[in-house]
């Protein structure tokens, strides 16, 4: 990584961190992987986007922090549901909604730039208005500089183990997932107002869509490194 970075050739385009896997899995709290990562990053004033749902990564806001003053960086606290109980269901061993909103508050507090993704929304189980409502409400007293919503597809593999998932712990609702999710995603319909639904709360909130204020006038070529990490 430490070559790829000081390769002349390459631009210090955007690193986006997370979008596939959580840079922040448990095992990093003993192997520091990710922290080691950062400090590279930081070494070469790499701008980076850092998307995650774990509370460890306040173990690395001397990193950030310093990070910041540097060059652009963004992190992104991924939330599913205000409800507890769906939450555990669906991401069981993470930290809980409400940590994560004070994780938000806390990187703000250091003039870090904090984004929430809500995500997956998923049909009959997160989207309720009272849900979603409550969800927006409490986003809104962390103040971040934006919202990212979005709703959950399937692929194969994932959709046979989340029907499995589904026909466990919610039974009657089988056959609702398996009317929705023929394809990838859920039907036009449901998306269509699903994000009507979404913009209003995110507008009675004032809470922003996204705007990067990254720019990058070097380059404005995608890093191979987008993919990688």
């Not at 070469?44 to 173990?59: E, G, Q």
């Not at 997956?120 to 989207?127: K, W, Y």
């Not at 399937?154 to 023929?182: A, G, Q, W």
Request: aromatic residues 10%.
């Amino acid at each position: 990584m430490r070559k790829e970075l000081s390769n002349p050739k390459w631009k210090k385009e955007l690193v986006n961190l997370g979008s596939i896997c959580d840079p922040y899995q448990p095992i990093k709290k003993k192997n520091q992987i990710t922290r080691e990562m950062l400090k590279e990053f930081s070494r070469y004033k790499v701008p980076l986007t850092i998307a995650t749902k774990s509370n460890l990564i306040s173990r690395d806001i001397d990193i950030i922090t310093e990070m910041s003053k540097e060059t652009y960086v963004d992190v992104v606290i991924s939330i599913s549901s205000i409800n507890d109980q769906i939450r555990k269901q669906i991401e069981p061993r993470t930290t809980s909604t409400q940590g994560r909103l004070k994780l938000a508050e806390e990187l703000s507090s250091f003039s870090i730039n904090v984004g929430i993704l809500l995500m997956p929304i998923i049909p009959f189980l997160n989207d309720s208005d009272e849900d979603l409502e409550e969800l927006f409400s409490e986003i809104s007293k962390v103040k971040p500089k934006y919202v990212i919503p979005g709703i959950m597809y399937l692929t194969s593999s994932p959709k046979k183990r989340f029907l499995e998932f589904i026909e466990m712990v919610h039974p009657k609702l089988l056959p609702n997932f398996k009317d929705y999710y023929k394809g990838r995603s859920p039907p036009k319909s449901y998306k269509d107002s699903i994000y009507k639904k979404l913009t209003k709360l995110r507008q009675k909130y004032n809470l922003h869509e996204y705007k990067s204020s990254y720019t990058n006038t070097s380059s404005t070529n995608q890093s191979k490194l987008d993919s990688w990490f």
